[in-house]
């Protein structure tokens, strides 16, 4: 039997682009705009031997899987097609005939590439999950890569969080200031205030504050790329004298009774049950009547999976996890903070992912000579992947405003809000 005609048998209506296989078998419309091309034996075997994501994410990663028809800095198109391809469970006899067919060889796992981390369970040499010293390798697997190539992918502002688009047809970096400028303007920043900004990634957020609002900042991340560029960022501003940043675990931020706390793309990393220990010790680093504006990725619901899917843990996020808006909520309301405004901008991640894509795409041959064609896939692929997520409503992202009320329930909070749309 060949591949086509096992994959043909298990697909339920007419596929959305054209399958050929390295054994010459082939079927689907032949004037498809895409063609799903396996190119190898071993990619069959890592079809074989990890269904769904982390199998399709191997052998494409690897090269033994191509999508012609699509460019791999931008696949959003072609991988939109190819979520409407439905495949039947085929029974249990039909399977056996299969893997006969196939022979047992292809049932042999072949070493994933270079870019896959250890699944979660071998991550224990660094600890235990979302442990001090295993944090730090989670982050760098992900930050570290290059500081050249995310200034090609993320443009000018270096801002790897989701943007806020003010209009339609708004650039990416008009829409980072906006997404910098919002939560200034939630945080009701101003002249002599002190921020702390925890994952403050290449200082976008510190460096918008301080020279639009004159505060104060210090700015923390665990990734020491993203540290040195930052700071070399502050000295090219000349805001020395107003900006730090540390390459430190939040948890080692230094100072207290700050005016104000930004987070934004953090609490991705911290892991669901260390909630309560994150908001208790923001809390604690907040004057009365401070605020916290804390801006991830979160879930449609509430009692789904936190863990990541096996792509997304082993090639882009290890130990990343993700819950619903109300799990955050209600871990900040228990630490003592009182949360007064949320808000959804998963279409606005989804714009931005788009923009990610295509910076990728023209900047293609460069960022495979800095980082490599396998690691340029990993990028495309789980970025149009995201940006999928969140136009169907899979992933959500959010921003949450919490204020440290006084001992008397003073929260120095307007009436109404004040920072607009």
Known sequence: MKIAEMLESMVEDTPPMRFEAYDGSSFGPAEATYTLRLKSERGLRYLATAPGDLGLGRAYVAGDLDVEGAHPGDPYEAFKALGSWRLRRPPALELA?????MGWRNLLPPPPPVQETLPRWRRTAEGLRHSRRRDAEAIQHHYDVSNEFYEMVLGPSMAYTCAVFPKSGASLEEAQEEKFDLVARKLGLSRGMRLLDVGCGWGGMSLHAAKH???????????KEQASWGAEAVRRAGLSDRITILHSDYRDSPGESYDAISSIGLLEHVGVHNYPDYFGYLRDKLRPGGRLLNHCITRPTNNSSHKAGP?????????????????IITAAQDAGLEVRHTENLREHYALTLAHWCANLRGNWDACVAEVGEATARVWGLYMAGSRLGFEHNEIQLHQVLAVKPGQTGDATFPLRPTWGS
């Open 97 to 101: 005939a299969m893997i006969k067919a």
């Open 311 to 327: 792509f997304i843990d082993r090639y882009v996020f290890p130990d990343g996890e993700l819950t619903g808006s109300g799990t």
């Open 213 to 223: 609002y004159g505060v104060q900042a210090v700015g923390v991340t665990l990734s």
